[in-house]
């Protein structure tokens, strides 16, 4: 609480995610620029569970030959998701999502993800409306 405010789509800076993996980076928005462009409509924001991350992680993997970072799997997991809707509708869609790191430092996580360790937690709309309630009022 000590940065400049910024205009942005957030749970607000007191909101702590719970202790999974799929938490990332454990930053509370998403960047000024993301935010803008969302808002524009130009970018939809989806929801992923982390085991369905990790799966679609694991897959790239085995046909990329590249383990990636599980924030870039998040993409990856949309990617899958959206090219299967594809395949069963017939449409034919250009998809790109972004590949920004490997996931080589996050190793203990894939392996609670392969051991069954790793579940899903969704937080409740009270927990989010609980944070949001503290969020400065900007227009």
């Known amino acids: 609480m000590v940065c400049p405010l910024a205009k942005m789509y957030t749970l607000g800076s007191n909101f702590m995610p719970a202790p999974n993996h799929a938490g990332g980076?454990?930053?509370?928005?998403?960047?000024?620029?993301?935010?803008?462009?969302?808002?524009?409509?130009?970018?939809?924001?989806r929801s992923v569970?982390?085991?369905?991350?990790?799966e679609a992680a694991e897959l790239f993997a085995r046909v990329e030959g590249i383990l990636p970072a599980p924030e870039s799997s998040h993409a990856i997991r949309v990617a899958i998701d959206e090219a299967l809707?594809?395949?069963?509708?017939?449409e034919e869609k250009t998809i790109v999502?972004?590949?920004?790191?490997?996931?080589?430092?996050?190793?203990?996580?894939?392996?609670?993800?392969?051991n069954?360790?790793?579940?899903?937690?969704?937080?409740?709309?009270?927990?989010?409306?609980?944070?949001l309630a503290n969020l400065p009022k900007v227009d």
């Open 25 to 45: 980076l454990r930053y509370h928005g998403m960047s000024s620029t993301l935010s803008q462009l969302y808002a524009d409509g130009y970018m939809e924001a």
């Open 49 to 54: 569970e982390q085991t369905k991350v990790f």
């Open 85 to 90: 809707k594809c395949k069963e509708t017939g």
């Open 97 to 114: 999502f972004g590949l920004t790191g490997t996931g080589y430092f996050d190793l203990v996580a894939y392996e609670k993800f392969n």
């Open 116 to 131: 069954g360790e790793m579940g899903d937690y969704i937080p409740s709309d009270e927990e989010i409306a609980k944070s």
